[in-house]
């Protein structure tokens, strides 16, 4: 059974940084994705960035944070990161990390998710 857990958030002032945290365990070689997703109260779940978790070295981002987040991943640990650099107040969400077999920015391609990590960011 697939496991994930998510770590890191909290809150932070605008221009700073945080660093979210997903360790996952239990999955098969055929799950070749990573993402975090964001959710903002009363809205759909959005996807942020991705990561290639089977061996190519890609990532995606979203348009809003490209050039901000930074998506990683240690295969070594079986976690992936999400550095969020330049917070901006819009940034205020529920973050969540999820594992899937496409890589993809849709949550429609993604049903194991972990049970979220909040991140406030204050002016």
Known sequence: QVHLVE?????????????????????TPDYRAMAWFRQFPRSEREGVAVADIGGERRTAYRDPVRGRFTISVDNAKNT??????????????????????????????????????????SL
């Open 7 to 27: 770590s890191g958030g909290g809150s932070v002032q605008a221009g700073g940084s945080l660093r979210l945290s997903c360790a996952a365990s239990g999955y």
């Open 80 to 121: 992936v990161y999400l550095e969020i650099n330049n917070a901006k107040p819009e940034d205020t969400a529920m973050y969540y990390c999820t594992i899937g077999r496409a890589f993809s920015l849709w949550d429609g391609d993604y049903s194991i998710w972990g049970q979220g990590t909040q991140v406030t960011v």
